[in-house]
Nanobody
Framework: QVQLVESGGGLVQAGGSLRLSCAAS????????VGWFRQAPGKEREFVAA????????QYADSVKGRFTLSRDNAKNTVYLQMNSLKPEDTAIYYC?????????????????WGQGTQVTVSS
């Protein structure tokens, strides 16, 4: 079992930045793939970014490419999502997820463990 706890969400003006954190409870988290997803009201869950277990392979949704950066500190069992140049359409609840197979995928069904989510609101 892995417990994930997101933090760092909040209210920011368009063009601003936020850094989300996702802390994992398990010491072997370094072997897990990780992903960030988001869900806006009335919309389906949407892929944002993902990384394989080592961080050597990272992918992003086209809508955030060049603005968001996923990084991970396996020594701290923590994954980060740095979000720059935020837009109102980035407003959503952001979730981190862990894939015990180590891949990190854009498909949410690959992930066995999910955090509770953190709200990000970008005002225009």
């Amino acid at each position: 079992q892995v417990q994930l706890v997101e933090s760092g969400g909040g209210l920011v003006q368009a063009g601003g930045s936020l850094r989300l954190s996702c802390a994992a409870s398990r010491r072997t988290f370094s072997g897990y793939g990780v992903g960030w997803f988001r869900q806006a009201p009335g919309k389906e869950r949407e892929f944002v970014a993902a990384s394989n277990w080592s961080g050597g392979s990272t992918q992003y949704a086209d809508s955030v490419k060049g603005r968001f950066t996923l990084s991970r500190d396996n020594a701290k069992n923590t994954v980060y999502l740095q979000m720059n140049s935020l837009k109102p359409e980035d407003t959503a609840i952001y979730y981190c997820a862990a894939d015990p197979r180590g891949y990190g995928s854009s498909w949410y069904r690959y992930y066995d463990y999910w955090g509770q989510g953190t709200q990000v609101t970008v005002s225009s």
